[in-house]
């Protein structure tokens, strides 16, 4: 249940509260009783009947309100952990781990690739000739674990396009830039892996390969400045 459900339903439970007591109970004994054919005002009728009822429905529609509050709260950590991304800080399933581990991976020895012939800097070219060989075994490596533990791994994506023409002249800078924002993310990814992920071996692939992530952030963020 979302929290438009929810928020709709107190609305009308509230409403029930609110609304003329006339119009849900009737009198009760202890109200006041008309004598010698006098007619006794309605308001009158309504104190007796809010000292005699209400008391009793508001607990009741609080429980209730409290009740929808939590199962809408529940199934809004089940709904923002549905793509398997995690909070922050924590460690998805193994098996988004592995997707996603295995994507970013793929995505940065592609780009690298693409690069090398683009990039200006001696020193990019070297960082990318690096992101290549050691995105490709930590891959191979992930991809051996998966396939030991009959964990599915995510289809290659079709290769892109070939660059071409030249480079515009803040390539260098724009890629680096790329860069630096994927590995601050599959540091993190790695970290709360080898912290708290399900598989024993599982944490300690992400361990072993999280200082090599971690080298190629701080070359990357060095080059920026």
């Known amino acids: 249940m979302n929290r438009n459900a929810v928020n709709f339903i107190s609305l009308g439970l509230l409403a029930v509260v ?49 009740a929808l509050e939590m199962e809408a709260n529940h199934a809004a950590v089940v709904d923002s952990g549905a793509d398997g991304g995690g909070a922050a800080g924590q460690p998805v399933d193994d098996i988004s781990f592995v997707r996603k581990a295995t994507e970013s991976g793929r995505k940065e020895i592609n780009s690298a690739r693409e690069a090398l012939p683009q990039l200006k800097q001696p020193e990019l070219k070297r960082i990318a000739e690096m992101l290549v060989n050691d995105h490709s075994g930590a891959n191979d490596r992930l991809s051996k674990l998966a396939e030991a533990k009959q964990w599915p791994l995510p289809a290659p994506a079709a290769p892109g396009a070939p660059p071409s023409g030249t480079a515009s002249s803040d390539f260098d800078a724009k890629w680096t830039a790329e860069m630096i924002a994927g590995h601050e993310r599959s540091v993190a990814l790695y970290r709360a892996q080898a912290k708290g992920g399900e598989d024993k071996e599982l944490r300690k692939y992400a361990s072993d390969t999280l200082p090599t992530i971690e080298r190629h952030l701080a ?7």
């Open 18 to 66: 609110a609304a003329p007591v006339w119009a849900v109970s009737v009198p009760n004994a202890g109200g006041p009783q008309p004598q010698n054919g006098e007619t006794v005002p309605a308001a009158q009728y309504v104190a007796a009947d809010v000292r005699a009822g209400s008391a009793s429905l508001v607990p009741l529609m609080a429980a209730e309100l409290m």
């Open 219 to 225: 070359e990357l963020r060095r080059l920026q400045k």
